[in-house]
C-alpha cells in the first residue's frame, strides 16, 4: 500500500458531514481489498477482517470518514451565496478562499473578501451570516444548478512539504482512514487476538452521530478511535499539543479504559514504536466518547495522529505519524493483552 498516495485521493474525494457518499464509496473500494465483504450502512463503511473466531473478544477500528465545510442557505437577488457552516470551521481564514459548490454539477467559487483599504479600519472575524460566495453568475443561473442544501468545501490540493510532510484539507480525519487501511495491510497474514472490524463512521463534525449507530449495530468489546489531534505549532500551549513526526497520541483520560490505553503504551515500548501520550481530563471530543457508553459498555481508548492547522485548508500532518499509527495498531492487535 502507497500510504501518500491513498492519503492523497481520500483527503481530495468530497466529504462534508451528512453527504459522505463519494468519499465512503472511494473509501469502500480501498477496504475490499482487505475486507470482501465490506459495505455501506447508513451511510458509515463497514468491514470484517479475516475469520470470525468464536471466543475471541471483537474489536473494533473506528476513523471519520465526513469532513468540515458548509452548506448553501440563500441566493441573493445580485448572485452571491449565502451559506451556514456544517462542523467547527476556522472563520477567521475564510475569506478570500476558493471554493466548489456541489449542486446538480460542481461549480467554482471564491468567499468575498472586502479589500483592507474599505474596511475602514475594521479586523473583526468574518461570520456566516456576513459571508457569501461569487461565482460569477446570476442568481437565475445558479437556481439552474445549486439547490438550497447543496454543499461546499473548500477546494483544495494536497501538496507535499519538506521532509515527509503534507499540507490540504480534510486530513482531519482521511489521514485516519488510511492508518487503519494500512494497518490491515499489516496485517495480513498474521492471526489476530481479536474479532477485527473496521468502520469509516459518518457526521462525526455533528456530534458523532454515525460512530453511535455503529456502535450500537456492532455491539464491540473494545473500541479503538483513531482521528486526529492538535500538534504543536508556534506560540501554542505545548502542554496541549503533540509533536509532529514523534509517533500517535495515545489517550489517556477518566471517560477512556485506562486498561487498553496501557497495553497501547505497552505494545509500543514493547515493539520500540515511538508514541505520544495524550492526556484529557474529561470526554475526548471524538468517536470515543459514543463507544465508551455503547450499551453496557465498551473498552475504548484514542489513538491521534499529530495534526497542524485543525479545520482549515492548510492542515499539517507527517507521514511518519500516519504509518507509525499503523504499526502500532497492528502490534497492539497481533497480541491479545486484555
Given at each position: ?261 496501557c497495553g497501547l503504551l505497552a ?12 492526556v484529557m481530563s474529561g470526554m ?55
Amino acid at each position: 500500500m502507497e500510504l501518500k498516495s491513498t492519503i492523497k485521493a481520500l483527503s481530495e474525494t468530497a466529504g462534508t458531514s451528512g453527504n459522505e457518499e463519494a468519499a465512503a464509496e472511494l473509501a469502500l473500494g480501498m477496504l475490499r481489498e482487505y475486507c470482501p465483504g465490506a459495505g455501506i450502512k447508513n451511510g458509515n463503511v463497514i468491514g470484517r477482517f479475516g475469520e470470525f473466531s468464536p471466543g475471541k473478544p471483537s474489536l473494533v477500528l473506528d476513523a471519520h470518514i465526513d469532513q468540515i465545510g458548509m452548506i448553501v442557505t440563500y441566493i441573493t437577488d445580485e448572485g452571491f451565496i449565502r451559506m451556514g457552516n456544517i462542523g467547527g470551521i476556522d472563520r477567521r481564514l475564510l475569506p478570500a478562499q476558493p471554493v466548489v459548490i456541489h449542486g446538480k454539477k460542481d461549480i467554482s467559487g471564491v468567499i468575498c473578501s472586502v479589500p483592507p483599504h474599505l474596511a475602514s479600519g475594521g479586523s473583526e472575524v468574518l461570520s456566516f451570516d456576513n459571508a457569501a460566495v461569487d461565482t460569477g453568475m446570476s442568481k437565475e443561473e445558479l437556481e439552474e444548478i445549486v439547490s438550497l442544501g447543496d454543499h461546499i468545501t473548500f477546494d483544495v490540493k494536497c501538496r507535499d512539504l519538506m521532509g515527509s510532510r503534507i499540507t490540504g484539507g480534510a486530513l482531519d480525519d482521511r489521514c485516519g482512514v488510511a492508518a487503519l487501511l494500512y494497518t490491515l495491510d499489516l496485517l495480513r497474514g498474521h492471526e489476530t487476538a481479536y474479532n477485527v472490524t473496521v468502520i469509516f463512521s459518518t457526521q462525526e463534525e455533528l456530534g458523532e452521530r454515525g460512530a453511535k449507530i455503529g456502535a450500537f449495530e456492532i455491539d464491540p468489546d473494545i473500541a479503538i478511535a483513531v482521528d486526529v489531534s492538535f500538534a504543536y505549532a508556534n506560540g501554542e500551549n505545548e502542554e496541549n499539543c503533540g509533536y509532529l513526526g514523534k509517533g500517535p497520541m495515545i489517550g489517556i483520560s477518566p471517560s477512556l479504559s485506562r486498561e487498553i490505553s496501557c497495553g497501547l503504551l505497552a505494545a509500543a515500548e514493547t515493539a520500540g514504536i515511538p508514541s505520544q501520550r495524550e492526556v484529557m481530563s474529561g470526554m475526548t471530543s471524538t468517536n470515543a466518547d459514543r463507544y465508551s457508553v455503547n450499551r453496557c459498555g465498551v473498552k475504548t481508548c484514542t489513538v491521534s495522529i499529530p495534526l497542524r492547522n485543525m479545520h482549515t485548508p492548510v492542515e499539517v500532518i507527517d507521514l511518519k505519524d500516519v504509518e507509525l499509527t499503523a504499526k502500532l495498531l497492528a502490534e497492539y492487535i497481533k497480541e491479545d493483552r486484555s
